[in-house]
């Protein structure tokens, strides 16, 4: 076991204000081991935990891998109802929390007693850990033993639980010090939440396995991210594309530069974003492809355009056609790396070796079928191959919208509308036609609408060599804050369900000629309403 590895001095968690060696995060993990053996009770020995990226959600992580235990990230960004349902979905016998935490859990439906919180911030809790600190942590777990359920995103359907059991969590840490170069000596700044696969898998099972140091900041804050990173001397972070986004829009300095970081890792960000980060703080950013449910579809390739993922893993990872089951064909692009053949080279792609490192969904049987069929892993992802055998990430399946009779890929019109300067974040999705089809609709997210220059911004689309007249959307919302999950991920299944029924700047074009933007009014809505209505398509708003 990892953990039995880590009895040492070299610092193992740092915050603001205290500091652990790695002999005393184990011991602190093996007091909260002997506390949850000692609550245990029959069933799943699933433990909650409802924090911010506080130390003891990593000492309650070690706790788990040693009791046997296997932890639920809850997410605090969730509503009561969908945290009630969270907690009964997973099982929760035992809920780690604080004051705040609690005080949102009150008069929800999830089942349990008052005895089965833990409140990190009450002196009960301490005393009980107290009376545990001479536990030597003994292993009641194995490589089988489940440690985690995560809960993807949910960016666009119901979240589900992804089963991640130790073996496969030490697999997925050997493999990213293999790949990005993790070692002793590195301090990771931990600035994603620790409820999220993306600082579990990323940072903290390569920094444990290492044996690095792990520092923690609460939460992501932009404006604080450079102080955090000089204060702790950081050498490594993680990240999600709009949260870079968000630390690329503040103000840049000369002494941007003047910090340790020498790497991140993260996922959907633009090449425009890795090259401008590196450009201000001095650290290359590596792009990865990843989930939850599973990875190991990509090797990195020194040779790959910088838009490219790398090359596939292996001889069965393909771009697959859905329908006829057959490879796509090889992606031919023009020189912006636009696809030029995109209905026949864009697939989901998909590892034919089947279900390598996926262990399936918690208490999903129907999900689970659905992303192993005909003996494949489905990642549910589009991508395409080009003709020197680089892969390239395409967006989510549900970003593939339908204009004309043609394929759009979202994610592309994406990271062209985040070249404008005033655009922090974006997401791109379908909406129905009045009367046939699907147009696009864009939501950006600026940190001042009202001097947002909107006869700049259209300029700025016409002069983007790589936007054709399919890909302009005909909608764009503007706002101040987009709505996101507790990963910084964009909610769009929740933009798509809005339309324009919004309070937010909503700008129309009519979709002919030179885009001529012109801001909705009510009646203009209503109007658009009517529309509709006229066409017998006004189902399709209410099931989108």
Known sequence: MLLDRRRDEHPGLRTRTAEWSWDEVVREAAARAALARELRRDGPFHIGVLLANEPDFVFWLGAAALAGATIAGLNPTRSGPQLERDIDYVDCQLIVTDAAGMNRLRGLDHGLTDDRFLLIDDPAYTERLAAHRDTRGEAYAGPETLLLLLFTSGTTGESKAVKCTQRRLAAIAHAATDKFG??????????????????????????????????????????????????????????????????????????????????????????????????????????????????????????????????PAHAGVAVIDPETLNDCAPAKLDEHGRVLNADEAIGEMVDKAGSLSFEGY????????????????????????????FLYFAGRKGDW????????????????????????????????????????????????????????????????????????????????????????????????????????????????????????????????????????????????
């Open 401 to 544: 919208i339908r204009v004309d009779g043609e394929n759009i890929s979202a994610l592309r019109i994406e990271r062209v509308l985040r070249r404008h300067p005033s655009v922090v974040a974006t997401a791109v999705f379908a909406v129905p036609d009045p009367r046939s089809g699907d147009q696009v609709m864009a939501a950006v997210e600026v940190a001042e609408p009202g001097a947002f220059d909107i006869a700049r911004f259209i300029e700025f689309l016409g002069a983007q060599a790589d936007l054709g007249s399919k890909d302009t959307p005909r909608l764009i919302r503007v706002s101040t804050r987009l709505p996101v999950t507790g990963s910084n991920k964009v909610l769009k299944r929740e933009l798509q369900a809005q339309f324009w029924r919004t309070q937010d700047l909503i700008l129309r074009w009519a979709g002919r000629g030179t885009p001529d933007y012109r801001p909705m009014s009510a009646a203009d809505k209503t109007g658009l309403e009517a529309e509709f209505a006229r066409h017998g398509r006004e189902r399709l708003l209410r099931e989108r």
């Open 362 to 389: 918690y208490k999903n049987d129907a999900a689970d079928a659905e992303r192993l069929r005909n003996g494949w892993y489905w990642t549910g992802d589009l991508g395409y191959i080009d003709d020197a055998g």
């Open 182 to 311: 993790h070692k002793r000596a590195d301090v990771d700044y931990c600035c994603m939440p620790l409820f999220h696969g993306n600082a579990i898998m990323a940072l903290w099972a390569p920094a444990l396995s290492n044996g690095a140091t792990i520092c923690l900041t609460p939460q992501f804050s932009a404006s604080g991210f450079l102080d955090d990173v000089r204060y702790f001397e950081a050498t490594f972070f993680t990240y999600v594309g709009k949260a870079l986004g968000y630390l690329l829009a503040t103000p840049p300095t000369d002494a941007d530069a003047d910090n340790r970081l020498e790497r991140g890792f993260g996922t959907e960000a633009s090449v425009d974003d890795q090259a401008e980060f590196h450009r201000r703080f001095g650290a290359r950013l590596h792009e990865g492809y990843g989930s939850s449910e599973g990875a190991g579809l990509v090797a990195l390739a020194p040779d790959a355009p910088a838009a490219a993922l790398g090359r």
